[in-house]
């Protein structure tokens, strides 16, 4: 089987399923928008994705995101950064991103601001919220009780659109309970910010339980591409 059969054949199946979990939720297909996390894959994967009607793809790694946009520029891609941002690089992200998802502390946000406007477009953001005990270690994104401060700095920035959150379910916990937690996360964020409307959740291994939750944005991996090369 050819890279292109194999990719379109793991599409096919991802698209097939998010249909699914749409209707079994009772939600509009439209209404979720798939991102392909190309992470660790070739630009030459990208390639192939866009030809079969990708138009969104997420990376999370600084270096590798910006060398695989600048091969692939000449794509209509919205591309997505999903991974752990240095406030350093936080510029650099934006002048290549159009979604910056994993927004977890004012310290961010003037960089952020500052490769928008070096871009001369504004950057939708996402708030990363943290679904882990506080305890837990390596714990990524912010607490819930934060957000409500860290939406308002986000909307005072110049330059960057409050669109949303965006969560990772724990490991080793039914990802339908803490999709449910993120979905009252979401109920109160949106009282103060109505059009903040965006909600990026679900992987490869929890899509359904996200669109049940109410997720906008899925971001889906190894389940379009195949498993990730260990090494690179
Ligand atoms: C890698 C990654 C994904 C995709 O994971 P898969 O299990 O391969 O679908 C989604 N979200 C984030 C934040 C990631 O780092």
Same mark, same amino acid.
């Given at each position: 089987?050819?890279?292109?059969?194999?990719?379109?054949?793991?599409?096919?199946? &991802?698209?097939?399923?998010?249909?699914?979990?749409?209707?079994?939720? /009772?939600?509009?297909?439209?209404? &979720?928008?798939?991102?392909?996390?190309?992470?660790?894959?070739?630009?030459?994967?990208?390639?192939?994705?866009?030809?079969?009607?990708?138009?969104?793809? @997420?990376? $999370?790694?600084?270096?590798?995101?910006?060398?695989?946009?600048?091969?692939?520029? =000449?794509?209509?891609?919205?591309?997505?950064?999903? @991974?752990?941002?240095?406030? $350093?690089?936080?510029?650099?992200?934006?002048?290549?991103?159009?979604?910056?998802?994993?927004? =977890?502390?004012?310290?961010?946000?003037?960089?952020?601001?500052? @490769?928008?406007?070096?871009? /001369?477009?504004?950057?939708?953001?996402?708030? !990363? &919220?943290?679904? =882990?005990?506080?305890?837990?270690?390596?714990?990524? @994104?912010?607490?819930?009780?934060?957000?409500?401060?860290?939406?308002?700095? &986000?909307?005072?920035?110049?330059?960057?659109?409050? *669109?949303?959150?965006?969560?990772?379910?724990?490991?080793?916990?039914?990802?339908?309970?803490?999709?449910? *937690?993120?979905?009252?996360?979401?109920?109160?964020?949106?009282? #103060?910010?109505?059009?903040? #409307?965006?909600?990026?959740? /679900?992987?490869?291994? =929890?899509?359904?339980?996200?669109?049940?939750?109410?997720?906008?944005?899925?971001?889906? /991996?190894?389940?379009?591409?195949?498993?990730?090369? !260990?090494? !690179?």
């Amino acid at each position: 089987m050819s890279r292109h059969d194999e990719v379109a054949a793991g599409l096919a199946s &991802v698209r097939g399923r998010i249909e699914a979990a749409c209707a079994a939720a /009772g939600r509009d297909r439209d209404e &979720v928008t798939l991102v392909v996390v190309t992470k660790y894959f070739p630009a030459s994967d990208v390639r192939i994705l866009a030809d079969l009607g990708v138009t969104h793809v @997420g990376e $999370n790694r600084h270096q590798e995101a910006a060398a695989k946009a600048e091969e692939t520029a =000449d794509l209509p891609l919205v591309r997505h950064f999903i @991974g752990g941002l240095q406030s $350093n690089k936080a510029a650099a992200v934006a002048s290549y991103s159009q979604v910056v998802e994993s927004v =977890d502390r004012p310290k961010l946000l003037g960089p952020l601001g500052t @490769g928008a406007a070096r871009a /001369g477009r504004p950057l939708d953001v996402l708030l !990363q &919220v943290s679904l =882990d005990p506080p305890d837990r270690e390596g714990r990524a @994104g912010a607490d819930p009780a934060d957000l409500p401060g860290l939406a308002r700095s &986000v909307e005072a920035a110049g330059g960057l659109r409050l *669109r949303g959150l965006m969560a990772v379910a724990p490991l080793g916990e039914d990802p339908a309970a803490a999709f449910g *937690r993120l979905a009252e996360v979401r109920r109160d964020l949106l009282d #103060d910010h109505p059009s903040a #409307d965006w909600l990026s959740a /679900g992987m490869s291994g =929890d899509l359904e339980q996200a669109i049940q939750a109410g997720a906008t944005h899925v971001r889906v /991996g190894s389940a379009v591409l195949g498993s990730r090369p !260990q090494v !690179q």
